[in-house]
């Protein structure tokens, strides 16, 4: 019954900028790592970012380095990825994922997702 809920995504012109949040339903973040993940239709999910449950070593896709930023809220109990400079390329659905046995950009790693949110960049 460990759950998590995607929020914020949306339709945004190229260059434009969105928040998405992930927020953990019988769990507290605190005790996991938390990864992001998207997927465009017909192709592979793939790996955006992750944090470790010690946030300073935050890992990225080299696809948004430098445009995306993981972060965390333990005081309420939320993710974040912030997505700067968004490209055509990036529209998905995003995913949340929790693990509580390590982190990384492997989704087999992750045993808890939440259902996606949109994100579309067109103009």
């Known amino acids: 019954q460990l759950q998590l809920v995607e929020s914020g995504g949306g339709l945004v012109q190229p260059g434009g900028s969105l928040r998405l949040s992930c927020t953990p339903s019988?769990?507290?973040?605190?005790?996991?790592?938390i990864g992001w993940f998207r997927q465009a239709p017909g192709k592979e999910r793939e790996a955006i970012a992750s944090?470790?449950?010690?946030?300073?070593?935050?890992v990225y896709a080299d696809s948004v380095k430098g445009r995306f930023t993981i972060s965390r809220d333990n005081a309420k109990n939320t993710v974040y990825l912030q997505m700067n400079s968004l490209k055509p390329e990036d529209t998905a659905v995003y995913y949340c994922?929790?693990?509580?046995?390590?982190?990384?950009?492997?989704?087999?790693?992750?045993?808890?997702w939440g259902q996606g949110t949109q994100v579309t960049v067109s103009s």
């Open positions: 019988g769990f507290t973040l605190d005790h996991y790592a």
């Open positions: 944090i470790p449950i010690s946030d300073d070593t935050p």
């Open positions: 994922a929790a693990t509580n046995t390590g982190w990384g950009l492997l989704a087999s790693e992750y045993p808890y």
